[in-house]
């Protein structure tokens, strides 16, 4: 359905009442009564209104295993016109957390126009009053997923057309990522991306690192990539995910060590909030240096940018404030020569969404999904799910969803089969003399 037939449809039909029962299922919070701003009494926009309202919102925890550190949190939105809008507000080891804050967002949401998506976003941002970190970025990110859902679906159109793309008619070039450790491994996984047309792989760094570390560590770290790129040969890219594992004089050894690799990019080589300490790093590598799945909001970025330290920025659609907080940063990153990588290493809901900033941004490199070469059982459910191999590259790329909207449907029946098994930390390391890890 396009735009003006269903835009017709519903100034003829007008604004249907919500259905019974359709806060059912939902978490219920305590409220003040003395709250001193319960709900704006007139809606400030209703002059340019759509006459679409949002009339419930859901909030589904999914676990594909009960030991998951990252179990799916995600979004539905529902309409006075029964166009409804999914999103992903995943939050690694913080599930709860952000459920709770995804519900907290109600009363910004329940008989709003779900079309005034910049408007909502601001709304939700700026009057939670305390910046968000990440979880009320995650929570925003869900939401704000579902906005641009519906959006796409009332004009009839994949969003990614409406954002302006697509850049690359072959659709979104992307990287797996690789656990082979042996030369052999290596050559059969060399052999399978070049007959399936990939063209990029991501590895991590073997161990973890002290601040000044013993130079027999330091060696094993290089002689792991020095592997990988004897393995995958001289026409695949390579990425390095140093996960903020490494201190800057660790990282600073490093990056000049592998120079001669010619790796991709090196990612977070220290942590990301240590904007000076990247700095001296970038300073001293020829390699391109990429961070900020950490970060939330364009804010989280300037710096970064301003200061010259990145070439490369991954930030997450599922924390960073959703489409619309990837669009931001993608668009200060493209102004400053800064090429976007992001990351998605959560569910298929917000790997789709970013699939749709990508095809439409100037500035974008390559885009990471956490999965294999060889599809895996996480792979199926996917599609299982969604009735096609979400996330799987063709030819080395993401084919571009054409359907409106996100490009997918998605049904609460299914999502049932993995009930929600609670929040689950992420892992905890320490060094050998009992201190804190980084990774």
């Known amino acids: 359905m396009r735009r003006r037939q269903f835009l017709s449809g519903t100034l003829l039909a007008g604004v249907l009442a919500p259905r019974a029962g359709a806060w059912d299922n939902c978490v ?16 400030p926009l209703a002059s340019v209104a759509s006459g679409l309202k949002i009339t419930n919102l859901k909030v589904f925890g999914v676990s594909l295993s009960p030991q998951s550190d990252r179990p799916y949190v995600f979004v ?14 995943t939050l690694e080891g913080k599930a709860g957390a952000v459920f709770a804050c995804v519900q907290d967002f109600r009363d910004f949401l329940i008989g709003h126009d779900p079309m005034q998506v910049e408007h909502l976003w601001q709304s939700m941002y700026v009057h939670s009053f305390y910046r968000a970190g990440p979880v009320i970025g995650s929570a925003i990110s869900g939401i704000d997923q579902a906005l641009w859902d519906i959006r796409g679906k009332v004009l009839g159109m994949p969003v990614w057309e409406f954002l302006g793309g697509p850049i690359d008619a072959r659709g979104v070039r992307g990287y797996y990522h690789t656990e082979a450790s042996t030369r052999e491994e290596l050559l059969k996984l060399r052999e399978t991306a070049v007959r399936d047309g990939v063209s990029c792989f991501k590895a991590g760094l073997p161990e973890y690192y002290e601040w000044i570390e013993r130079h027999s560590k330091i060696r094993r770290a290089v002689d792991s990539m020095q592997l990988l790129r004897e393995g995958l040969g001289p026409d695949i890219d390579i990425a390095v995910d140093f996960h903020a594992k490494t201190s800057p004089s660790v990282a600073s050894i490093l990056v000049k060590e592998v120079e001669p690799l010619n790796l991709l990019f090196i990612e977070e080589p220290c942590p990301p909030e240590n904007v000076q300490a990247m700095a001296r790093i970038a300073r001293r590598s020829r390699t391109p240096i990429a961070t900020g799945e950490r970060l939330i ?18 930030t997450d659609i599922n924390h960073v404030g959703g489409i619309t907080g990837l669009w931001k940063v993608a668009a200060l990153a493209g102004i400053s020569g800064v090429s976007m990588a992001p990351h998605a290493c959560e569910g298929p809901i917000g790997g789709l969404a970013t699939l749709h900033v990508d095809a439409a941004i100037s500035n974008f490199l390559v885009q990471e999904v956490c999965s294999h070469v060889v599809p895996d059982e996480k792979d199926r459910i996917w599609e299982e799910w969604l009735g096609f191999p979400a996330m799987r590259m063709v030819n080395g790329y993401f084919p571009l969803p054409e359907k409106p909207g996100l490009g997918f449907e998605l049904s609460e029946e299914s999502l049932a089969k993995f009930p929600f098994a609670g929040t689950r930390p992420m892992a905890r390391v320490f060094h050998e003399d009992g201190s804190v890890a980084a990774w």
């Open 28 to 43: 219920c919070v305590s409220e003040s009564p003395n709250r001193q701003a319960d709900v704006a009494t007139e809606d």
């Open 76 to 89: 539905k939105l529902e309409t006075n016109q029964g166009v409804v809008g999914w999103g992903e507000a």
């Open 297 to 314: 909001a364009s804010y989280g970025v300037r710096e970064l940018v301003e200061m010259g330290v990145v070439d490369i920025l991954q």
